[in-house]
């Protein structure tokens, strides 16, 4: 792992550089890290990668921010801030991560190529069952993502291990951060100022982000393609990382 300071904290990533073209920036999921995209960065035909951990995630420094738009802000800073460090200049944005991507092309003057935006939305809502279960038994709420076609289309028990236990290493209070600040996201009415070419990527059993937030997506931003993966769910990247890898070398 590297790392870069910045805003007072320190920010911890992965980069690699086994293929050609821009350098991508993957930007994980709400109480995620940088882990959920072994099969990205590592895979040795796919473009030089950088992958962060987001502030209060897996090697980095956490931050004080309140769930919402100052989370985001904490977390775009983390991401302009490898990509200044790795010369990342594609956005590759899974879940939360696509938000924080959005948030980065629609707040940041980093000078961008693309955005990849992987089972996301321009809206996130999430059920409030859902977000009043994390504080009540987070253990027990971790366990429910991880039913069949939630996170995962058809889970076996390798997928859950590793999933379970990344969430449950974040913690109650960052994975709650997340995804109530995902519940406050909504950049539907600015779609049309994002200026550089998009892929919407989404499993077409993702019932967390479905496949019809994708195709608005690509209705709504000024240059955007639609993908839909097979056999997949929330965490394609991880269920079909061919295809998953397969798409996005094609788009850049």
Known sequence: METVSHDGRTTAYRATDFGDGPRVCYVHGAG???E???????????PPAAAVDLSGHG????????????TLEAYADDVVAVCEATGASVLCGHSMGG??????????????????LADTGARLGVDEGFLESLDRGFEA????????????????????DVSERGLLATGQAVTRRDFRTCDRFDVRDRLGAVDV?????????DPMT?????????????????VELASAAHMAMLE?????????????
């Open 197 to 205: 070419p998009a892929l919407a990527l989404c499993g077409e059993h």
């Open 240 to 252: 079909r990382p061919a295809a998953f890898d397969d798409a996005v070398r094609s788009f850049l």
């Open 59 to 70: 090697d980095s420094d956490d931050v004080e921010a309140e769930p919402g738009t100052e």
């Open 210 to 226: 479905p496949p019809r937030f994708h195709e608005y997506l690509a209705a709504e931003l000024p240059d955007c393609e639609f």
């Open 141 to 160: 709420a971790v366990a429910s993502l991880h039913a069949p076609d939630v996170l995962f289309h058809d889970p076996d028990d390798e997928l859950t």
């Open 99 to 116: 938000a924080v991507a959005l948030w980065v092309a629609l707040e940041r003057g980093l000078d961008l190529e693309a955005l990849v």
């Open 36 to 46: 959920v995209w072994v099969r990205q960065y590592g895979d040795r035909e796919g």
């Open 32 to 34: 995620g890290s940088h």
